[in-house]
């Protein structure tokens, strides 16, 4: 069993520490917020009043935070866990953050002999809880295989993208296909009931026809077309606007730095960001269905 700290317990880096413990590791954890280290320790994790205390032994370093000024202030800002972890650890970092941001730390923590690999994931807090996460992953080869028996423990899918940052390019890539998926088929759905349709009659015709796609068949956006999904639920819990938002920020600024033309991802970027601008960051990104709704 490995030694292990894990340092961002929030929505997604509390249950992925859970299934650690409940794995049988030894997890040292921490967090800005006391709660939620307290929960942790109650059910088996040591933690340190200070994050370089919680780092000092681990073989593997594993962090979930909100973006990448987080992510490059906890290892590479002032006074940052490079000077504290171990040489030869191995760093996972989970965060949904930018590729500059990977590419700057792992080759600052390179210098000191510390690996490093980008391991964003997909499948929710749903996904983080079950233990069914999709991890992509950018990286050394060695460094992938020494840390899939870790990622595996919290994931079903474990990919490798390729080198550094790669992980981070197929989640943007990912998340940017499903914003256009989302609010093309939220458009679809909305002409068809301006013209009369009932939503699911025409999501199963569209189910069995060209414009079948993963949103009409697990997660439509027309409440009560489908049961146990957030638009049957007034919108609530799933994945939230703001996070489409943010994902598709990223995607726009890979897309600036490799000068790639992405018209559809730009519309789809603009048109969450008015959606959550208008008070809506918290509900589900399939209420983007409510864009296209006439007054
Ligand atoms: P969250 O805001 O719930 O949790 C982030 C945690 O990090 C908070 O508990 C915060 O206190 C902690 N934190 C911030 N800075 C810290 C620091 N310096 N030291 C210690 N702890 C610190 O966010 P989340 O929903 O868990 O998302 C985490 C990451 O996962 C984000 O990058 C997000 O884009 C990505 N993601 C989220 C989802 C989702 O559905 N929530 C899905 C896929 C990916």
Same mark, same amino acid.
């Given at each position: ?6 340092? +961002? ?22 967090? !800005?917020?006391?709660?939620? *280290?307290?929960?942790? *320790? ?12 919680? #780092? ?5 370093? #594993? ?9 490059? +202030? ?50 929710? *807090? ?42 981070? #390019?197929?989640? #943007? ?23 009369? !349709? ?39 819990? +799933? ?8 994902? !598709? +920020? ?46």
């Amino acid at each position: 069993m490995a030694n292990i700290a894990f340092i +961002g317990l929030g929505n997604m880096g509390g249950p992925m520490a859970s299934n650690l413990l409940k794995s049988g590791h030894q997890v040292a954890v921490f967090d !800005l917020f006391p709660e939620a *280290v307290a929960k942790l *320790v109650s059910e088996g994790a040591s933690t340190a009043d200070k994050v370089s205390t919680c #780092v000092k032994d681990a073989d593997f370093i #594993v962090s979930m935070l909100p973006a990448g000024k987080h992510v490059e +202030g906890l290892y590479i800002g002032d006074d940052g866990l490079i000077n504290y972890i171990k040489h030869g650890s191995l760093v996972i970092d989970s965060s949904t953050i930018d590729k500059g941001t990977v590419i700057k730390v792992s080759a600052e923590l390179a210098n000191k002999g510390i690996n490093f690999i980008d391991a964003p994931v997909s499948g929710g *807090v749903g996904g983080a809880q079950a233990g069914t996460l999709s991890f992509m992953v950018g990286g050394d080869v060695a460094d992938f295989n020494r840390a899939k028996p870790i990622l595996d423990n919290m994931g079903k899918n474990i990919f490798h993208a390729g080198a550094h940052g790669a992980g981070q #390019v197929a989640k #943007v890539c990912n998340n940017m296909l499903l914003a256009i998926l989302m609010s093309g088929t939220a458009e679809a759905l909305q002409l068809g009931m301006d013209n009369g !349709l009932d939503a699911k009659v025409l999501s199963d015709i569209m189910l069995q026809s060209s414009g079948r796609n993963w949103t009409l068949e697990v997660y439509n956006p027309c409440p009560g077309v489908m049961e146990n999904v957030p638009s049957s639920n007034n919108y609530n819990g +799933g994945f939230m606007t703001d996070l489409m938002a943010k994902d !598709l +920020g990223l995607a726009m600024d890979t897309a600036v730095q490799s000068q790639s033309a992405t018209p559809m991802g730009t519309m789809a970027r603009s048109l969450f960001a008015l959606h959550a601008g208008k008070g809506n960051g918290g509900k589900d990104f399939s209420s983007i269905i409510k864009m296209f709704e006439k007054a």
